[in-house]
């Protein structure tokens, strides 16, 4: 994708989007802050929201917001991830989740991983904040399990355009998990081609915690469990309550 300037976006930020107009006014402020120094230095940063079948404003809320926005109606985050990958023809890709606000200094921060010619792309920490003591407790224990086993979620994550179609991309026959798959299928292709991948823990970003300030205990234990989710990655049933009631 080319702009009317004949120049080709360097960076795109890649947000899936179900139901979330009250989440993405502050995301695209936050986006368009952290594009500032990227800007200034004549770099072309593109954003992209794709719709995914949303029942609400959220697309007119995404294009007042600058973003170009893109649709795919099945409910299956990793084809809604691909979705955004294919819309534009940016070398670096950067898919952030609609409920995780930027930092400022986070563009810049892929900008300088991305600049070493071995990093085939990279993840950001994540710090959850919910309100009860026992949910941070258990985030917080997933989290120190995550960086000892090198594992990255997917509230932002980017990629060299080569790497992602390299390793396919993200799988599509996995309804949840598709994050930490990615991930770790990224690794493999920085291993085998000599290169290496980014884990980016200053700044760190912070997802909203609304999922689990609402949904009770349970349903957090189930739907977070590293060990549960292979079992059930695969069966779009399991996942179907996702998509339903998105929490505000």
Wanted: charge should be positive; charged fraction near 25%; proline fraction near 7%.
């Amino acid at each position: 994708m080319v702009d009317g300037s004949g120049r080709r976006p360097t960076l795109s930020v890649i947000v899936p989007a179900f139901n979330e107009e009250r989440a993405l006014p502050v995301l695209l402020a936050s986006i368009e802050e952290a594009m500032v120094p990227l800007v200034d230095e004549g770099e072309r940063v593109e954003l992209i929201v794709v719709d995914n079948a949303s029942t609400d404003q959220t697309a007119a809320v995404a294009a007042n917001g600058g973003a170009r926005v893109v649709y795919e109606a099945t409910k299956n985050l990793a084809r809604v991830r691909n979705a955004g990958a294919r819309a534009t023809s940016a070398p670096v890709l950067m898919w952030l989740d609609a409920d995780t606000p930027l930092p400022s200094a986070a563009l810049r921060a892929v900008s300088e991983a991305i600049s070493d010619p071995r990093c085939v792309g990279g993840a950001f920490d994540a710090i959850h904040r919910a309100r009860r003591r026992l949910v941070r407790a258990y985030l917080r224990l997933w989290r120190v399990v995550g960086r000892v086993t090198r594992m990255a979620q997917g509230a932002a994550q980017f990629a060299r355009r080569e790497a992602f179609e390299a390793i396919g991309g993200y799988d599509e026959r996995l309804f949840m998990g598709e994050d930490v798959d990615f991930w770790w299928r990224l690794r493999r292709h920085a291993r085998r081609t000599g290169g290496d991948v980014a884990f980016i823990t200053e700044p760190p970003v912070m997802p909203s915690p609304r999922r689990f300030d609402q949904w009770p205990l349970w349903r957090t234990l189930v739907f977070t469990n590293p060990l549960l989710i292979p079992w059930l990655q695969r069966s779009s049933r399991a996942w179907a309550g996702w998509y339903v009631e998105p929490p505000r």
